[in-house]
């Protein structure tokens, strides 16, 4: 520890994710805590947390591949994503205008397209 006692940037580990799938599978994994990832639980925040968490990967280099895959994916295969409207839109209306089971639909297809790649099946 540097600066007087408090950490600085070059003290906290790297612990970042080369996909913003594997961290929407940790947001799975801990989903009764969503507001500390997303703050309000709305699919726009996701949204923005997702678009966000790209740039992040983009400004490093990283196009990240396995996102686009899982997006074409929820595209070609599942059918839950039309050309002219995102995930959010589609999902909400999916979910009857409920925000965090959209949310939930998102991060339970993150899942199974994880479980899927896993066992080299899609």
């Given at each position: 520890?540097?600066?007087?006692?408090?950490?600085?940037?070059?003290?906290?580990?790297?612990?970042?994710?080369?996909?913003?799938?594997?961290?929407?599978?940790?947001?799975?994994?801990?989903?009764?805590?969503?507001?500390?990832?997303?703050?309000?639980?709305?699919?726009?925040?996701?949204?923005?947390?997702?678009?966000?968490?790209?740039?992040?990967?983009s400004?490093?280099?990283?196009?990240?591949d396995?996102?686009?895959?899982?997006?074409?994916?929820?595209?070609?295969?599942?059918?839950?994503?039309?050309?002219?409207?995102?995930?959010?839109?589609?999902?909400?209306?999916?979910?009857?205008?409920?925000?965090?089971?959209?949310?939930?639909?998102?991060?339970?297809?993150?899942a199974?397209?994880?479980?899927?790649?896993?066992?080299?099946?899609?």
């Open positions: 520890m540097t600066n007087q006692g408090r950490e600085t940037s070059a003290d906290i580990p790297d612990r970042g994710f080369d996909s913003v799938l594997d961290y929407l599978l940790v947001i799975r994994r801990d989903f009764a805590r969503l507001e500390m990832f997303i703050g309000e639980p709305r699919v726009q925040s996701m949204e923005g947390f997702i678009l966000g968490y790209r740039l992040c990967l400004t490093r280099g990283n196009m990240d396995r996102y686009l895959r899982f997006r074409e994916w929820l595209r070609e295969v599942k059918g839950e994503i039309i050309s002219s409207e995102g995930w959010a839109t589609k999902f909400l209306r999916d979910c009857g205008n409920d925000h965090v089971r959209a949310i939930r639909k998102l991060l339970d297809l993150a199974e397209f994880h479980a899927m790649e896993q066992r080299g099946t899609c």
